[in-house]
């Protein structure tokens, strides 16, 4: 008699806990578990971050899938679609000696702090699945000064890539606080601006494209590991800043382009209460960023200040959105969460009371949120719902134990 048995590890029968057979053999469950595991392993090797044959969406689908995601910010969402969509498309195309080379468009957000701009970026690479960090420019100093190195943007973007340098080299890199390493002068110093000026000059091979000697683990803890070789040329980087101040630059920008008795008529068209939306290189290179790192950002574009309307619907729209986060955590606990609406036009106006943008309401609501998520789960409790009353008397109780703070 034939005894039934595993074909890749010989287990007999009895001795796994199930064995499925086939035409001419038979596989246990432990092999097909380790089974399982290579085949998982080998893609993540081979095809996991990768845009080589990616099918890109076409612009006006980049937009829609950002809509899902963000409120408002239709211009920027319309040039970051066209410049994504340019820049994958470039790396798609196939090399030939005779036809012209697509340059990259690395792009700058410039918008006021709470508005969108790592939101739009985070959502641009979650639609591409590519390999996606964040580094926030104020860390950086110049090679050999404490701080990081700015090879460490890098760095961050491998660790993101499993190490997979071919899919890193395709990856995007978002730069936020790009403001803060502006020049601290114009007038010429016996010091060094090592995290200002400085950082601008060597962020512009990174930018322009060049290979970099990238290490693994960050540059001077291990100075004994291996370095890692990355070519810049196809990462794309979205700069993002709130550039606080850059107003008044626009301002006389557009003040000394207008002499004469029509002065005041020439300037009646400008929107004063959002002069971000005029911006330009020259307003960049006021404010304190070297002319050859405005070349290597072509793309500028500004985000809109968020105001009531946009505010509201942030609250409830987006796919993940404060309030389908609340009502989850609670639903996790088998508790269903509803607001009132006059709860929710209280938390917008405390936002914009604020002025922290979308930040602020995330503050707010914790604020709200913070004694009902802690005696919920531990009362036996089916409902719970958030009132104009109940939501009020948090934040005044919220507000006196500051005041009694300070």
Do not use: W
Not at 56 to 70: S, T, W
Not at 190 to 199: A, L, N, P
Not at 330 to 350: G, H, N, P, R, T
């Amino acid at each position: 008699m034939k005894m039934d048995k595993c074909s890749f590890c010989g287990r007999e029968k009895k001795e796994v806990n199930l064995l499925i057979a086939g035409m001419e053999g038979h596989i246990c469950d432990n092999c097909v578990e380790q089974a399982h595991a290579i085949v998982d392993e080998e893609f993540k090797k081979d095809t996991g971050f990768t845009t080589k044959g990616l099918q890109l969406m076409k612009p006006l689908e980049i937009k829609k899938f950002l809509d899902q995601y963000v409120i408002g910010q239709d211009q920027a969402k319309k040039i970051l679609s066209v410049a994504v969509y340019n820049h994958y498309k470039r790396l798609n195309q196939p090399v030939s000696a005779d036809e012209t080379e697509i340059e990259k468009s690395n792009i700058l957000l410039v918008g006021e702090t709470g508005t969108g701009k790592t939101l739009l970026a985070r959502t641009i690479a979650k639609m591409l699945h590519v390999p996606f960090t964040i580094v926030d420019a104020t860390v950086l100093t110049e090679a050999g000064y404490v701080g990081e190195d700015i090879e460490s943007l890098l760095t961050r973007l491998l660790q993101a890539a499993d190490y997979n340098v071919d899919a890193a080299e395709r990856g995007i890199v978002f730069i936020d606080e790009l403001d803060k390493i502006a020049r601290k002068g114009d007038n010429p110093s016996i010091t060094r601006d090592v995290s200002g000026e400085g950082v601008q000059q060597g962020l512009l091979k990174l930018l322009e494209g060049a290979v970099v000697n990238v290490p693994p683990q960050g540059g001077r803890k291990h100075p004994e590991q291996k370095m890692i070789a990355v070519n810049t040329k196809n990462i794309l980087f979205i700069c993002g800043g709130a550039f606080d101040g850059i107003e008044k630059k626009i301002a006389h920008r557009l003040n000394t382009k207008i002499v004469g008795y029509g002065a005041q008529k020439s300037a009646d068209h400008l929107d004063r209460d959002n002069m971000m939306q005029y911006v330009s290189p020259q307003d960049l290179k006021s404010f304190g960023l070297i002319p050859e790192i405005i070349g290597r950002i072509p793309v500028l574009t500004y985000l809109e200040p968020l105001d009531r309307k946009a505010l509201r619907s942030i609250l409830t729209e987006p796919r993940n959105s404060l309030v389908k986060q609340y009502i989850k955590l609670f639903q996790l606990d088998d508790i269903e969460l509803s607001f009132d609406e006059d709860a929710l036009e209280f938390i917008v106006d405390k936002a914009l009371e604020f002025n922290l943008g979308a930040r602020g309401l995330r503050a707010i609501c914790e604020n709200i949120m913070v004694d009902a998520m802690f005696d919920t789960p531990s009362a036996n409790v089916n409902k719970m719902k958030i009132s104009l009353e109940y939501a009020q008397e948090r934040i005044d109780i919220a507000s006196s134990v500051r005041l009694k703070a300070s």
